[in-house]
């Protein structure tokens, strides 16, 4: 199966800081990457789609000013949670296909604590 | 609107008997359907999906799931548990093939020697 590899694996920083977390397909060209969150004992839940070269769509709710999404190239996308605070703490998981794949392959996950 | 209920969040089994993790899903048309398993820490793999060919779906470790379009379920079943099954099992239906996945809360599997 296809690759996704997230960085980091897990963060820890101050509220109102602003955090990063990369998505990258190692061994496909990545049309369309997905972004979720997953509270604690709860199911995953999409915040936003990303298709390369164009402007993320954002699930109902989730600010967008809020989670910054960038997906510049066909192997990365990032999301960057600005000013977090720890109602922000969870964990993000990315994934990406493409039209060939026909399948979302995820990445390992990025665990969020803000402090 | 598509969703799937996940009829247990936690099945109890022994090493080397049956599992089963029921799977009940509701869409308006013709779903895609997948079973992904997530281990403690690590991101969610694959098991198998269904696209409308064959109704009953081998995957992979042993796993197989049969899509009943009247009882509207998707049910997974593994013949023979092992130690290494436990862990989260997420039931999932897709609209056309692999956009705007919903997933189901899990079901957590625990096996015991």
């Known amino acids: 199966g296809a690759v996704v590899s997230q960085h980091p694996s897990w963060v820890i920083c101050k509220s109102g800081t602003s955090v990063k977390i990369e998505c990258r397909s190692l061994d496909f060209q990545a049309t369309t990457m997905f972004w979720y969150r997953q509270f604690p004992k709860q199911s995953l839940m999409l915040m936003a789609t990303s298709n390369e070269g164009s402007k993320a769509t954002y699930e109902q709710g989730v600010e967008k000013d809020k989670f910054l999404i960038n997906h510049a190239s066909l192997t990365l996308s990032t999301l960057t949670v600005t000013s977090a605070h720890p109602e922000d703490s969870s964990f993000y998981i990315c994934?990406?296909?493409?039209?060939?794949?026909?399948?979302?392959?995820f990445g390992a996950g990025t665990r969020l604590s803000v402090l | 609107a598509q969703s799937v209920t996940q009829l247990d969040s936690h099945v109890s089994v022994s090493e080397g008997t049956p599992v089963l993790l029921r799977c009940n899903y509701s869409s308006s048309y013709s779903p895609s359907l997948f079973w992904y398993v997530q281990h403690p820490n690590k991101g969610l793999q694959l098991l198998l999906k269904?696209?409308?060919?064959?109704?009953l779906v081998k995957g992979i470790n042993g796993f197989e799931a049969e899509f009943k379009k009247s009882e509207t379920s998707f049910h997974l079943t593994k013949p023979s548990a092992h130690m290494s099954d436990a862990a989260e099992y997420f039931c999932v239906v897709g609209s056309t093939g692999f956009q705007k996945l919903v997933f189901g809360t899990g079901t957590r599997l625990l096996v015991s020697p």
């Open positions: 994934s990406a296909t493409s039209l060939a794949k026909n399948i979302q392959y």
């Open positions: 269904y696209t409308s060919a064959a109704t």
